[in-house]
């Protein structure tokens, strides 16, 4: 998966059982991410690649407090989590395209590219956001602040939302995700020619597969 700076990291077991994460920053390299999945499309027929603008998980170090609490150091910045959404999309076009023009170069009988499936959705939701330091958290101090609030006229508190977004790349059909938007394969444009000689190969394996 990607590291905390976007650089990614291939799986060192080819026979992994799970999909390839690639966490998208600003500072990362797209020809990084692209090979990357292409990659692990190419060895996983039935893993999808999970791009996703998640912030990077904190690192905490031990306070120097009596209780010895941990401090977080460099919290993640949210609001990358909606600025590289662009990247991300631009990212996710690049591998579509360079998957298909693979099939080509390859002369593959696969005529269909990968499936796309997009969600979109807030840290709060998946309790990814971090705490605002400034906000009691357990509900005895968040109803005396709330009480307070309201005797100030301030009645309608302020919510924070953190948006954020995930694609998911395959060579094949995935379900359970239904709270995902589906965009179907891109289709390769070949030849009758083509289309004949790939027909041939797989009539070619199907006969050397009955007679083993």
């Known amino acids: ?83 590289t959404v662009p990247r991300l999309i631009s990212v996710v076009e690049i591998i579509k395209r360079e998957y298909v023009k693979k099939l080509e170069l390859e002369h593959s009988s696969t005529l269909t590219g990968l499936h796309q499936y997009n969600e979109i959705g807030t840290l709060e939701d998946h309790c990814l956001a971090i705490p605002d330091p400034e906000v009691p958290q357990d509900a005895e101090s968040l109803r005396s602040q709330e009480i307070v609030e309201a005797l100030q006229g301030k009645t309608h508190l302020k919510i924070k939302q953190t948006p954020f977004m995930k694609i998911t790349l395959s060579r094949t059909e995935l379900t359970g995700l239904a709270a995902a938007t589906y965009q179907p394969p891109l289709l390769r444009k070949i030849s009758k020619s083509v289309k004949a000689r790939a027909k041939r190969r797989e009539n070619k394996a199907a006969d050397t597969s009955e007679a083993d």
């Not at 905390?4 to 994460?21: E, M, T, V, Y």
């Not at 990084?32 to 996703?52: M, Y």
């Open 1 to 83: 998966m990607a590291d905390a700076k976007g650089k990614a990291k291939a799986r060192g077991d080819p026979q992994c059982d799970g999909p390839q994460l690639i966490r998208i920053t600003n500072h990362g390299k797209i020809a990084t991410w692209v090979t990357l999945a292409l990659d692990f499309l190419e060895k996983h027929e039935n893993l999808p690649v999970v791009l996703h603008t998640f912030p990077a998980t904190p690192k905490s170090t031990p306070a120097e407090s009596p209780d010895g609490a941990g401090l977080a150091v460099n919290p993640p910045s949210f609001s990358h989590t909606v600025s």
